[in-house]
T-cell receptor
Framework: GAGVSQSPRYKVAKRGQDVALRCDPISGHVSLFWYQQALGQGPEFLTYFQNEAQLDKSGLPSDRFFAERPEGSVSTLKIQRTQQEDSAVYLC???????????????????FGQGTRLTVV | RKEVEQDPGPFNVPEGATVAFNCTYSNSASQSFFWYRQDCRKEPKLLMSVYSSGNEDGRFTAQLNRASQYISLLIRDSKLSDSATYLCVVNHYSYNTDKLIFGTGTRLQVFP
């Protein structure tokens, strides 16, 4: 497809259940980001990949959150033992910008997927 | 304190009005600045980058004041279709990593 694809679009999980959220970035995009967006808030940074390397995971809220991008394309965000506070929209974004070259950002953008709306009941 | 601060609004304006949004950021190492637009239950999309000299794209004008760490967005001749949430975004990086940091967003509602 032409854009960033995320699946599933909606996920309802029982508290304590593990979930896996998938992101298919735009082909050839080096950088991949995961964000968490709570209702009425802006997206909050979770983690950043450059190809298969997870260079920044400072935004992951707890060790229940784990992300991977083993072949440098598709990424999976896994949440173990889900809690009600994990309910949010999880957004994936990709860009061809390579980290460490800030001047390139001025003429590029991060493309977002439509997100996965996770509801923990 | 959040790294990027915005007035959440909502701003309710009539069609044809001029409206301005402001944003402040706390990290003086931030290098790049953007406005993103997010429609209800949709993903954010880039509206425009913000350059030091200020830049304009049709009815939209963005300004950056690095000394005050302040970014603004001006929308002239508002249209109904401008109703959305406007997200102020800054980027800063350390060795080999990049982050886009988003503000909470300012909601705009344009009425007939």
């Amino acid at each position: 497809g032409a854009g960033v694809s995320q699946s599933p679009r909606y996920k309802v999980a029982k508290r304590g259940q593990d979930v896996a959220l998938r992101c298919d970035p735009i082909s050839g995009h080096v950088s991949l980001f995961w964000y968490q967006q709570a209702l009425g808030q802006g997206p909050e940074f979770l983690t950043y990949f450059q190809n298969e390397a997870q260079l920044d995971k400072s935004g992951l809220p707890s060790d229940r959150f784990f992300a991977e991008r083993p072949e440098g394309s598709v990424s999976t965000l896994k949440i173990q033992r889900t809690q009600q506070e994990d309910s949010a929209v999880y957004l994936c974004a990709s860009s061809f910008v390579r980290g460490g070259a800030p001047h390139i950002w001025m003429n590029t953008e991060a493309f977002f997927g439509q997100g996965t709306r996770l509801t923990v009941v | 304190r959040k790294e990027v601060e915005q007035d959440p609004g909502p701003f309710n304006v009539p069609e044809g009005a001029t409206v301005a949004f402001n944003c402040t950021y706390s990290n003086s190492a931030s290098q790049s600045f953007f406005w993103y637009r997010q429609d209800c239950r949709k993903e954010p999309k880039l509206l425009m980058s913000v350059y030091s000299s200020g830049n304009e794209d049709g009815r939209f004008t963005a300004q950056l004041n690095r000394a005050s760490q302040y970014i603004s967005l001006l929308i002239r001749d508002s249209k109904l279709s401008d109703s959305a949430t406007y997200l102020c975004v800054v980027n800063h990086y350390s060795y080999n990593t990049d982050k886009l940091i988003f503000g909470t967003g300012t909601r705009l509602q344009v009425f007939p």
